[in-house]
Each structure stands twice: as C-alpha cells, then as structure tokens.
Nanobody, 126 residues
Framework: QVHLAESGGGLVQAGGSLRLSCIVSGSALHIDGMGWYRQAPGKSRELVARISNNGAINYQDSVKGRFTISRDNAKNTVYLQMNSLRPDDTAVYYC????????????????????WGQGTQVTVSS
C-alpha cells in the first residue's frame, strides 16, 4: 500500500507564501515522478509542477518564477514552495506520485501505478 499525507495549506493574503509538503509512506512503489496538481471550483484538475527521479522539473506557465518544487528521496517527501501567491492560485492542491510497483518488478512484468493524496486547501485573499 502507498499513502500520501499532505500538509501546509491554508489562508494567505495575496503576495504571501505557503509551503506544501507531501510525505509518501508504504513500500509498494518504486517512486519515479512526484508532483502537485490543483483543482479550483468548477475547473478541471491541472498540473502545477512535477519532478522526476532524475531531477527533471516542469511547471505550469502561470507559476513559473513563483513556485518551486523539490523532493527529498531519503524522506520520500515532495515540497512545493509557493511565493507571490495570487487569488487565482486558490484551489485544492493534490500530491501525486507514480512509478513501477515493487511486485511487478519482482515478477519481471513492470507496471506503473499512480497514487493521489487527499488534497489540501489553499486560499489566497485579495
């Protein structure tokens, strides 16, 4: 089993900062990509930032220069530092991890799976 525990959301004024954390527990997955997505009311879930196991990073254009994603593989944790927050950053933020399952590697039949956190609310007031 894989479990994701997010923290760090909250209410902040425009221009403020928040740091999201996501701790991944369980040994069923060889984690490759770790990322953050968000979903605002009435909108589809969208990628915010993603970091691969080799350090490759991609960001949604609207957060470039304001948000920074990082990961600590020893702690199975991914972070999202959010600076210069704007009201349009208001959303529920979800942690996501994906990779090959340990069982599929053992069975020599590699299969990728992904897991989601429960989400943490970020609200930016104007």
């Amino acid at each position: 089993q894989v479990h994701l525990a997010e923290s760090g959301g909250g209410l902040v004024q425009a221009g403020g900062s928040l740091r999201l954390s996501c701790i991944v527990s369980g040994s069923a997955l060889h984690i490759d990509g770790m990322g953050w997505y968000r979903q605002a009311p009435g909108k589809s879930r969208e990628l915010v930032a993603r970091i691969s196991n080799n350090g490759a990073i991609n960001y949604q254009d609207s957060v470039k220069g304001r948000f920074t994603i990082s990961r600590d593989n020893a702690k199975n944790t991914v972070y999202l530092q959010m600076n210069s927050l704007r009201p349009d950053d208001t959303a529920v933020y979800y942690c996501n991890v994906e990779g090959f399952t340990v069982a599929s590697i053992r069975d020599n039949r590699p299969r990728r799976e992904e897991y989601w956190g429960q989400g943490t609310q970020v609200t930016v007031s104007s």
